[in-house]
C-alpha cells in the first residue's frame, strides 16, 4: 500500500469521526486507503489520544477493580518462568551518560518548581492518618527479621558517590564502615556510614537533599537528620556529593569529625543554581 498521508487523500473528517466509534487505527486506516502510521499521526496532530491510550481511568476494564491473591500469584509464576526460560530485559547492563544524568536532574528540579507538579506529587492525608502510617512504619523496621527480608527484596548496593567516599575511607585509613547496605537501623533511619566504635555518623546527601530546590520532608533535611540522631546519641557529619571533588578537604572534614571536632566544620546548607 502505497503511503498516502490523511490530508493528502483529503479524508479528514471520516478519519475523526470512524476513530471515534471504532478506536482502532487499524481498521479506520483499511477503510480510508492509507497506512496505520498515516492515520496515527493525523490523530496525533490533533490532539487525539491514540489506541491504548482510551483505556485510562474510566475506560479501563479494571477500573476500580482488584486483581485475586491467586491471579496475581499466577501473573507472579509466569515472571518468573520467563526469566528462567532465558530472558533479559534489554536494559540490563546499559547505563546512563553523566550527561544524561545531568539532563534528567536538571528537568526533574524545574518540573518540581511548577505549582501543579507538585499538587500532584503531594497526597492529602489527615495529620491522624500521618501518625497512624508512621507508628506503623516505625514498629515495622524495629522488627530484625521484617528488616533482613526487605532489605534482601531491595538489593541495595552502594551509589556511585557512596562507591568514591568508601574508595577515600579505605584509601586513608578512616575508622569508618558502609551501613547504608540496611544493615545498620537508628529509629527508623538507616546511615550511611558508621564509626567503627563511636556513636557517629556520616551522611552523604545530594541535591535531592536541598530544601532549596525539592519539598524536602523534615526528616530528610540536614537540620532533621541531625536531630533525630542526637535524640537517639549519636552525632552526624553531613556531606555533599559535590564536596567529594575535593578529597583532600574530605580526608581533612572527617578526620577532624573522628577526633571530635564536628563544630569547626560549619554547618551550611546548600544552594544550587538551576
Known amino acids: 500500500m502505497v503511503n498516502y498521508k490523511v490530508e493528502e487523500l483529503g479524508v479528514e473528517k471520516e478519519v475523526k469521526k470512524e476513530y471515534l466509534i471504532s478506536f482502532n487505527s487499524a481498521e479506520v486506516a483499511k477503510k480510508v486507503g492509507c497506512s496505520r502510521m498515516a492515520v496515527t499521526r493525523f490523530l496525533k496532530k490533533e490532539g487525539i489520544y491514540v489506541d491504548g ?3 485510562f481511568g474510566n475506560g479501563n476494564p479494571m477500573y476500580g477493580k482488584k486483581q485475586s491473591f491467586e491471579t496475581k500469584n499466577k501473573i507472579r509464576n ?11 530485559s534489554p536494559l540490563k547492563g546499559k ?21 501543579e507538579i507538585k499538587k500532584k506529587m503531594c497526597v492529602s492525608k489527615s495529620s491522624i492518618h500521618k501518625k497512624n502510617l508512621s507508628i506503623a512504619k516505625k514498629k515495622q523496621f524495629q522488627n530484625k527479621e521484617w528488616v533482613k527480608e526487605w532489605s534482601n527484596k531491595m538489593s541495595a548496593n552502594p551509589t556511585k558517590p557512596e ?13 569508618f564502615e558502609y551501613v547504608g547496605d540496611f544493615s545498620f537501623w537508628i529509629n527508623g533511619k538507616c546511615p550511611d556510614f558508621k564509626h567503627k566504635s563511636e556513636k557517629k555518623l556520616i551522611e552523604l546527601f545530594s541535591v535531592f537533599h536541598n ?11 540536614e537540620v532533621g537528620t541531625k536531630r533525630i540522631y ?11 556529593q559535590d564536596e567529594l571533588k575535593n578529597k583532600i578537604r ?3 572534614k572527617i ?20
Not at 95 to 115: F, H
Not at 211 to 220: A, C, G, L, T
Open 250 to 252: 574530605v580526608v581533612s
Open 78 to 88: 509466569k515472571l518468573k518462568q520467563r526469566v528462567k526460560n532465558g530472558w533479559v
Open 163 to 175: 562507591k568514591e567516599l568508601i574508595s577515600i575511607i579505605k584509601e586513608h585509613n578512616l575508622p
Open 230 to 240: 542526637k535524640r537517639n546519641g549519636y552525632e552526624v557529619l553531613i556531606l555533599w
Open 211 to 221: 530544601p532549596n530546590v525539592f519539598d524536602v520532608v523534615w526528616h530528610r533535611t
Open 53 to 55: 491510550t482510551r483505556h
Open 95 to 115: 547505563t546512563r551518560s553523566d550527561e544524561d544524568k545531568l539532563k534528567i536532574t536538571l528537568a526533574i528540579i524545574k518540573a518540581m518548581k511548577r505549582p
Open 255 to 274: 578526620e577532624e569529625f573522628a577526633r571530635g571536632n564536628e563544630s569547626s566544620l560549619g554547618n551550611v546548607t546548600r544552594e544550587v543554581d538551576v
